[in-house]
Every structure is written in structure tokens, then in C-alpha cells.
């Protein structure tokens, strides 16, 4: 574990800047009149869940890992939730070779002051079966190794086909749902330094942060899953391409349902699509898409979502008018209820915007600021 504390410093500085950036990117964050605040989910509150099976329709975009045996996490670690067992469960899992299918029991609690942290790491299946995963007392909203699951953490300790499923997630968060500023890192997972990583069955509540965040990631399909609240964002990306959302449910957000949003000029998010998810309630907006610093993005897809509770109010441009984004279609998505301007789209070579479903209570569908190739 001492190799954690070598990289803290490089990750929480880029986390930094992405806070940062997501704050002046989307301005009215922190005057955003939030939903009241449901009470923390608890694992009785949660429904266990079941063995997935994964619907024959939805294709695969990487294969799955190749895994030759299992290993099942020792009886000797608390599952009781009584005591802290994060580096019990992180000296396990370093003696597993890769290759290999972790098995956790049914049903159990594990209390983690910090993360499950991954890192170089290939060909591994955490496999949950309903095992709840809880952040404790001491794990800090401003702190990123508070986010229970980690998956990867350093450039110099890459991973490669990783597939976590079948957990209950819960953090700490004493206002659920709603955002926080500067109280954002601890998420339910985070993907980073990463290739093909696979999340499904993840039931997600009370993270302070992100239901999932993504740096750095390439290759993440987020599927079946449900986040009742999350504090920020359902899904964060500030770099990486080639990544899926679908099917996964987003109770309560308290800033944006999907952030995509590069830290840096030299960051780039590309080819990433959201699809067939639904949203409830949100703080700020359905969508936000875009940077400050102007790095690339191209080739996002957002297609067939539904907001229950609200609008598909979305944001989407640079702020730097000579950072042009590419490739970006929103179509076919759906908003329940009306509300004021919806669309605010600049700075976009090659839009397209059709079939969506919003009912106004005021102002336009569509605010189009220099955008070219707009259908």
C-alpha cells in the first residue's frame, strides 16, 4: 500500500483541477436550488441484488477477461461492517493472481475508511454477490482514496480487463443528493489509467461525488446498474474514449446527470455514448458538455434517455470559441417536465439535434451559437 501514497499527490491535484473546471464551466452549480435531502440508504433500504444476466441485445464492445479460477475473500476479513477492513481486503487482493475471479460473500459488509485501490493489474473479476461495500466515518468527501472502489490510480500502474459487478455501494454523505463544493472526490467508483473495464449490477447511494469517475480511462462500459443519489454527477469523464453508458438509472443528482468535461488543453474525450439510461431528478442539468481549457471532444452520442423528473436541459460547447468541438448528436431523448430554455449549443462542427420530447414553460428548445453542419 506505500505506493499509494507516492501518487496522492499527482491524482488529488488533477482531481483539483477538475473541480475547478467543472465550477467554471457550469457557473450556476452552487446557486442551484437542490432537491430536499433523503435520508443515507442503508443496506436494508437496498434490495439485494441477483446473479445479472445480461440481456442477449446488448453487445459487448470488448471481450470479457480471461479468468482460469476463483478465489473467494477470506472468512478471517469483518464482514459484519463492525470494523475497518480496508487494508485487510487490499493485502488479499495483492496475493491473488491475476487471471483470477474474487469472489465476496453473499450479503456481506465491508466498513473502508479508504479504497479498494487497483493497480497493475490485468484479467481480474470482482465478482460482489450483493456484498455491500461502506465508506466509514473517516473516509472525507475531499478525499478521492475515500471513494470505496478504485480502479486504477497511476499512469505508471496501468490495468487491463477488469470487471467489478454485483455490489452495494454506499458512502457518507450527511446531505444525499445534494451538491457540496470542495466535498465532491469520495464517488462510488472511479476508473482511471485504465483499459476495458467493465461495471454492472452496482447499486450506488450516498456518495458525496460521482456515481462513477473516469480519467485518463479508455474502454469503460457502465451498464445495469442504479445510483440512487450521487452528490455531483452520475458520470464524470475529464479524459477518455470508447466509452458506453447504458441502462443505468440515476435517482437523484446533485449537479449534472453526465459531466464530460477535459481538465486540460491536451485532454481528450472521444467517442463516448449515452444511451437508453434515465434520470430523475438533477441540480443543474441533464448534460453538461464541454472545457474552459478547450480540450478536444469529439464524437459523443447521447441517444434515448429519459428524464423522469425533469428536463433534458443541456449545456454543450466550449467556452473557447477556437476549441471547436466535433461529432457531438443528441437525439431521441426525453423530458417529462416543462421547463424554460433547454438547448444552449456553440462552437460545434458537425451537430445533430432531432427527435427529442420537451415541453416549455418558457424561452427556446434551441440556443445554436456558431455551429456548423447542424441537423
Not at 473546471?21 to 434490495?47: D, G, I, K
Not at 459484519?80 to 487490499?90: D, P, Q
Not at 467508483?189 to 480511462?217: H, M, W
Request: proline share 5%.
Amino acid at each position: 500500500m506505500n505506493r499509494i501514497t507516492a501518487t496522492l499527490l499527482c491524482l488529488v491535484l488533477c482531481l483539483a483541477g477538475t473541480s475547478l473546471h467543472a465550477t467554471a464551466f457550469a457557473a450556476e452549480q452552487t446557486s442551484v436550488s437542490a432537491p430536499s435531502a433523503p435520508s443515507p440508504a442503508t443496506s436494508a433500504q437496498v434490495v439485494a441484488l441477483k446473479t445479472p444476466v445480461v440481456p442477449a441485445s446488448l453487445v459487448r464492445p470488448f471481450p470479457a477477461p480471461v479468468t482460469t479460477h476463483t478465489v473467494t475473500v477470506p472468512a478471517a476479513i469483518d464482514a459484519t461492517g463492525k470494523t475497518e477492513v480496508s487494508a485487510a481486503l487490499n493485502s488479499f487482493i495483492e496475493t491473488v493472481p491475476d487471471g483470477s475471479i474474487i469472489s465476496f460473500p453473499t450479503g456481506a459488509t465491508y466498513l473502508l475508511d479508504k479504497c479498494i485501490i487497483i493497480g497493475s493489474r490485468h484479467n481480474l473479476v470482482f465478482e460482489g454477490n450483493g456484498t455491500t461495500l461502506r465508506a466509514g466515518s473517516n473516509a472525507k468527501g475531499n478525499d478521492a482514496f475515500a471513494t470505496p472502489f478504485v480502479v486504477g490510480y497511476s499512469p505508471d500502474h496501468p490495468n487491463t480487463d477488469i470487471v467489478v459487478h454485483d455490489f452495494i455501494i454506499i458512502g457518507n454523505s450527511r446531505t444525499p443528493g445534494i451538491y457540496i463544493a470542495r466535498s465532491e472526490f469520495q464517488s462510488s467508483l472511479s476508473a482511471a489509467y485504465s483499459k476495458r473495464v467493465e461495471i454492472y449490477n452496482i447499486t450506488g447511494s450516498a456518495a458525496p461525488g460521482d456515481f462513477l469517475r473516469c480519467e485518463q480511462a479508455d474502454e469503460i462500459w457502465v451498464h445495469d446498474c442504479h445510483a440512487l443519489t450521487v452528490g455531483r454527477n452520475g458520470i464524470s469523464v475529464t479524459e477518455g474514449s470508447d466509452i458506453l453508458v447504458e441502462r443505468v438509472a440515476f435517482d437523484i443528482s446533485g449537479h449534472c446527470t453526465f459531466d464530460i468535461e477535459p481538465n486540460y488543453a491536451n485532454d481528450v474525450c472521444s467517442d463516448i455514448t449515452l444511451r437508453n439510461n434515465t434520470a430523475g431528478t438533477l441540480g443543474y442539468a441533464f448534460l453538461a458538455l464541454g472545457s474552459n481549457a478547450g480540450g478536444p471532444i469529439d464524437k459523443i452520442v447521447v441517444d434515448n434517455n429519459t428524464v423522469t423528473a425533469g428536463s433534458i436541459k443541456a449545456y454543450i460547447g466550449n467556452s473557447v470559441p477556437t476549441k471547436r468541438m466535433t461529432r457531438i448528436t443528441f437525439t431521441n431523448n426525453k423530458g417529462t417536465i416543462a421547463a424554460g430554455s433547454i438547448f444552449y449549443l456553440s462552437y460545434i462542427d458537425g451537430l445533430t439535434v432531432t427527435g427529442n420530447v420537451q415541453s416549455l414553460s418558457s424561452g427556446v428548445l434551441k440556443s445554436i451559437t456558431d455551429c456548423t453542419g447542424v441537423r
